[in-house]
C-alpha cells in the first residue's frame, strides 16, 4: 500500500457520507505520522471545506509543558499523556467529523480500543500503519529532534530508538493487526 491507495481509501469514506471518522496514524518514533497526517488533512480540506477536522498528536509540546508547569514530573508525563490524548480524541468525535490521532499505538489493546469505539459508535476507522526500521527511524528522530514541536532530547534518541522497537516488536508484528489497518512503509 501506499499513500496513493491511502487518499482514494480517504475519497471512498468521504463519499459514503459518513457523519464521523477516526484516523489512527501509528508506527515507530520517527517513521513520519504527523508529515503523513497533514497531508491527509490538506487533502481533506481540499477535497471538502465543509468538514470539521482536528489532528490531535500525543507528543504535543504545548499539552506537556501545561502538565509541567500545573501538575507534575517528567517521570510522571508518560502514562498521564495517554489520557489526554484518549480524552481529546473523544472530545474531538463529537465536535469534528473527521479526528486525525497520531502516536506510536504500539501495544495492540491501545488500537483495538479505537477500532472497538469506533464499532460501537458508529464511526468510520481506518488506521494507518507506518512500517520502518531501526536505523532510519534513528536518523529521522535525530533531524525532526531540531524542529519545533517535537519533544525529543537528542542525547537519548538511539538509546530510546532501540529500546522502542525491541519492546513493542511482538505487538507490532504484522499479525497483530485487523484487516482494518494499511500498511505503509515510511518515505
Same mark, same amino acid.
Given at each position: 500500500m501506499n499513500e496513493t491507495d491511502i487518499l482514494q481509501k480517504l475519497r471512498q469514506i468521504i463519499? =459514503?457520507? =459518513?457523519?464521523k471518522v477516526l484516523?489512527? !496514524?501509528?508506527?515507530?518514533?520517527?517513521?513520519?505520522?504527523?508529515?503523513?497526517a497533514?497531508? !491527509?488533512?490538506?487533502f481533506i480540506v481540499h477535497k471538502t471545506r465543509s468538514l470539521k477536522i482536528r489532528h490531535i498528536d500525543i507528543d504535543d509540546k504545548k499539552e506537556k509543558e501545561l502538565f509541567l508547569s500545573?501538575?507534575?514530573?517528567?517521570?510522571?508525563?508518560?502514562?498521564?499523556k495517554w489520557e489526554? *490524548?484518549?480524552?481529546k480524541i473523544n472530545e474531538s468525535l463529537q465536535k469534528n467529523n473527521i479526528t486525525i490521532a497520531t502516536a506510536t499505538f504500539s501495544r495492540h489493546t491501545d488500537r483495538q480500543y479505537y477500532e472497538?469505539?469506533?464499532? =460501537?459508535?458508529? !464511526?468510520?476507522f481506518l488506521g494507518i500503519w507506518l512500517e520502518i526500521d531501526l536505523l532510519q527511524s !534513528? =536518523?529521522?528522530?535525530?533531524?525532526?529532534?531540531q524542529s519545533e514541536g517535537h519533544i525529543d532530547p537528542v542525547d537519548t534518541i538511539e538509546e530510546r530508538a532501540k529500546?522502542? *522497537?525491541e519492546k513493542y516488536k511482538d505487538e507490532t508484528s504484522k499479525d497483530k493487526f485487523s484487516i482494518k489497518w494499511s500498511m505503509l512503509k515510511a518515505k
Open positions: 463519499s =459514503k457520507g =459518513k457523519d484516523i489512527i !496514524i501509528g508506527g515507530a518514533p520517527g517513521a513520519g505520522k504527523t508529515t503523513l497533514k497531508k !491527509i488533512a490538506d500545573t501538575r507534575g514530573t517528567d517521570e510522571q508525563w508518560p502514562s498521564y489526554v *490524548f484518549h480524552n472497538d469505539l469506533c464499532n =460501537k459508535s458508529n !464511526i468510520e !534513528i =536518523k529521522r528522530q535525530k533531524y525532526r529532534a529500546l522502542w *522497537f
